[in-house]
């Protein structure tokens, strides 16, 4: 089945200096090849059954400043059978992502980031992001493999996300290792199902003790843990809405004597119960209309008979449903 992001189409512009040069990658069936400028954009792809090593990894060790977009495009039943990154991976010592307007539909991997890790240089203000995009039904009933969004470094955003019936040992939701102050706003988690007792399924830590994390106009409804949010450093949840949700033991735990705070939040759940200091202020009493928000979602749609589109790197093509991206800098 074909999956069509529902949604208008954004540019290289809109995110990176229009000046820089890049090679595109649109609705084409090749190999990825060496750009001068390191920089790289693949928009309107479709990556479908590619279950042995994933849709794209990219391992960049040089020192030539990478930057790299992905729009409008579509993951389903992309897997990593042995490593990190199910549908998506990327490493770059001095690199930037920029995922926008995504789809993915049951990616799996055994180890971290079901389906994506991205890891980006630890320098502010490189970019790595997540905007306007749906990641549903990452993992299966094994509840193999964890962290379902892993982003590592950078200036770390999410906005406009929807992250559904997922089903995942830990981190069923994400988890941010940020350099700056980060925050995700205007996004859905919904149905999200852990088994196992110690972790949390929401994650924020860093690199120093002054960042601050921001969950902003946010909705939580039917997840199912033992454990829900946790934060290393100081977390403020601003507008967001929790519905209906089976959180066994602690709603919110915190470390590093850093406090959790929660304003005009709307609960229609026992609690919050939480471990540590949690400051709670203007609790909304009803969840309608002030406290639903809306976030971006995905339709399969019946797949026409066109061919699939691809991009290829140093990597053939094993069988009709198998490629990888993969690019190198030495």
Same mark, same amino acid.
């Given at each position: 089945m074909q999956i069509l992001p529902l949604i208008l189409h954004n540019t290289w512009k809109d995110f990176f200096d229009s000046s820089i040069s890049y090679t595109l990658y649109r609705k084409k069936r090749e190999y990825l090849n060496a750009s001068p400028t390191n920089s790289y954009y693949i928009s309107h792809c479709l990556f479908i059954y590619l279950n042995q090593t994933g849709a794209i990894r990219i391992t960049d060790t040089s020192t030539n400043h990478l930057k790299f977009l992905i729009d409008t495009s579509s993951f389903d039943k992309c897997e990593h059978q042995t490593d990190q990154g199910g549908s998506f991976f990327m490493i770059s010592n001095k690199g930037e992502c920029i995922q926008n307007k995504i789809c993915s539909f049951n990616s799996k991997s055994p180890k971290e980031g079901t389906y994506c890790k991205v890891t980006v240089s630890s320098t502010s203000p490189f970019k790595n992001y997540i905007l306007d995009s749906s990641i549903s039904t990452s993992g299966d009933d094994s509840f193999q493999g964890t962290r379902n969004i892993y982003l590592y470094n950078g200036?770390?955003?999410?906005?406009? &996300?929807?992250?559904?019936?997922?089903?995942?040992?830990?981190?069923?939701?994400?988890?941010?290792?940020?350099?700056?102050?980060?925050?995700?706003?205007?996004?859905?988690?919904?149905?999200?199902?852990?088994?196992?007792?110690?972790?949390?399924?929401?994650?924020?830590?860093?690199?120093?003790?002054?960042?601050?994390?921001?969950?902003?106009?946010?909705?939580?409804?039917?997840n199912s843990c033992n454990y829900f949010i946790a934060t290393d450093y100081d977390l403020i949840l601003s507008n967001c809405s929790?519905?209906?949700?089976? &959180?066994?033991?602690?709603?919110?735990?915190?470390?590093?004597?850093?406090?959790?705070?929660?304003?005009?939040?709307?609960?229609?759940?026992?609690?919050? &119960?939480?471990?540590?200091?949690?400051? &709670?202020?203007?609790q909304v009493i009803s969840n309608y209309p002030d406290n639903n928000y809306l976030s971006n979602t995905c339709l399969r749609m019946i797949e026409e008979d066109t061919e699939d589109e691809e991009i290829k790197v140093n990597n053939k093509r094993r069988n009709k449903f198998i490629f990888l991206i993969f690019l190198a800098s030495l």
């Open positions: 200036e770390t955003h999410m906005k406009s &996300i929807n992250i559904s019936f997922s089903k995942l040992e830990l981190r069923n939701l994400y988890e941010f290792y940020c350099c700056s102050n980060s925050n995700v706003s205007l996004s859905t988690f919904s149905n999200n199902t852990s088994t196992i007792t110690e972790y949390h399924q929401e994650y924020h830590t860093g690199s120093s003790d002054s960042i601050e994390f921001k969950v902003l106009f946010c909705n939580y409804f039917a929790f519905n209906k949700n089976n &959180i066994r033991f602690w709603y919110f735990t915190h470390t590093n004597n850093k406090q959790v705070q929660l304003k005009g939040c709307y609960f229609n759940d026992p609690g919050p &119960i939480s471990f540590g200091s949690v400051t &709670i202020t203007e």
